[in-house]
């Protein structure tokens, strides 16, 4: 007892070991860019995060988030044309912060590197509906699904309890989407995760960006057309398409 008792005041005494992430890249410059930035630099200012860039890409020149001084890095790009230019050789251990109103950007990404890597790749059919409580087909066609009805808070971290229910959030999105539902029109599932990582922010590894990369662009290189539903999902929201991907020499 006396040393388990010991043990919990060399943990509680114990300084917090600040986050380490290289680089972050934050795909949109308007209000939701700013205010992702200035968490990431009061966690930074907190001591609770180590970094060395944060990468804000947009195309607007005056845009809110490029503000803030080092280590903010402003990049004014389409996103689409910035992703397709490094995102594949970005640092694997750096994050990326998607837009989430934005259309379904890594699918994209992931299908000009299937074309890149010599197979074609095209928009599949849309996934069965899954009976949550929002469920809507984008103008880009991607789909939109929630497990909240209501509007929930931006810097909201989806946390055990949730703040709007009051009750256990039970769910994550982001699970259910590894697995397939009957009637899906794909033969595998690729869902990028993006959770809470700090102060509200969530983000995508960017190692996990590129192992998807690798299992889609090897289809290329396979002996028959694979279909993947790709996904970008926290645990209440997400973004949903179905890529075919069709080698050459089929």
Known sequence: MRASILEQGV????????????????IGGGEVGARTVRQLLRSRAAGA????????VDREPASPA????????????????????????????????????????????LAAEVDRAGGR??????????????????????RALSYASW?????CIEPALCPHTRGAR?????????RLS???????????????LTYGVGTIPIRDIHAA?????????????RTFAVSTASHCHGLAATLQVTPLTV
Request: hydrophobic share 50%.
């Open 11 to 26: 943990a509680r005494a114990a300084p917090r070991i600040a986050l380490r992430v290289p680089s972050f890249v934050v």
């Open 66 to 109: 490029f503000a803030g001084g080092a280590p903010v890095v402003p990049v004014i790009a389409d996103w689409s044309a910035w992703l397709g230019a490094h995102l594949a050789t970005w640092d694997p251990d750096g994050h990326l912060v998607p837009y989430h109103w934005a259309p379904h950007l890594i699918e994209r990404w």
């Open 151 to 155: 509007p929930c808070p931006p810097l």
């Open 170 to 178: 039970d769910w994550s999105l982001a699970t259910d989407l590894q």
């Open 182 to 196: 009957p009637g899906d029109p794909a033969d595998e599932s690729v869902v990028l995760r993006c959770v809470h």
């Open 121 to 142: 790749a095209e928009r599949g059919r849309t996934l069965v509906a899954r009976d949550l409580p929002f469920e809507r087909t984008t103008a880009a066609g991607d």
């Open 213 to 225: 990369r690798e299992r889609v662009v090897a289809a290329a290189a396979g002996a028959r057309p």
């Open 49 to 56: 995060l180590v970094t060395d860039a944060i990468v804000v």
